[in-house]
Nanobody, 127 residues
Framework: QLQVVESGGGLVQPGGSLRLSCIGS????????IGWFRQAPGKAREFVAT????????YYADSVKGRFIISRDNAKNTVYLQMNSLKPEDTAVYYC????????????????????WGQGTQVTVSS
């Protein structure tokens, strides 16, 4: 059973916006850091953004900084990725990932830092 489930992907024109959601399906997310990653065809999975358990700290890949915003609503057991000014190069399957243990205020950027992954949601940016 998946620990996290993504939703909100779709087809959008360049310059448009989408909001992805990551919901905890089995456990509450409120004590775990959450990361968003993406994988384009033929490419390795890459870091996009992360947020600490409290939401007090966030970190972004340079390629999305200033365009994407990660946030969380622990009361709703949900983490969001607001994506604005989308570009064709943002096209990928986007994955939400959860740390396996409480990690305080540390920031985690690597695929191997996360223990539980969703099934992914496709984002396509095209005119």
């Amino acid at each position: 059973q998946l620990q996290v489930v993504e939703s909100g992907g779709g087809l959008v024109q360049p310059g448009g916006s989408l909001r992805l959601s990551c919901i905890g399906s089995k456990d509450n997310l409120d004590t775990y850091a959450i990361g968003w990653f993406r994988q384009a065809p033929g490419k390795a999975r890459e870091f996009v953004a992360t947020i600490t358990w409290s939401g007090g700290s966030t970190y972004y890949a340079d390629s999305v900084k200033g365009r994407f915003i990660i946030s969380r609503d622990n009361a709703k057991n949900t983490v969001y990725l607001q994506m604005n000014s989308l570009k064709p190069e943002d096209t990928a399957v986007y994955y939400c990932a959860r740390r396996g243990s409480f990690s305080g205020g540390r920031i985690y950027l690597r695929v191997e830092d996360y223990d539980y992954w969703g099934q992914g949601t496709q984002v396509t940016v095209s005119s």
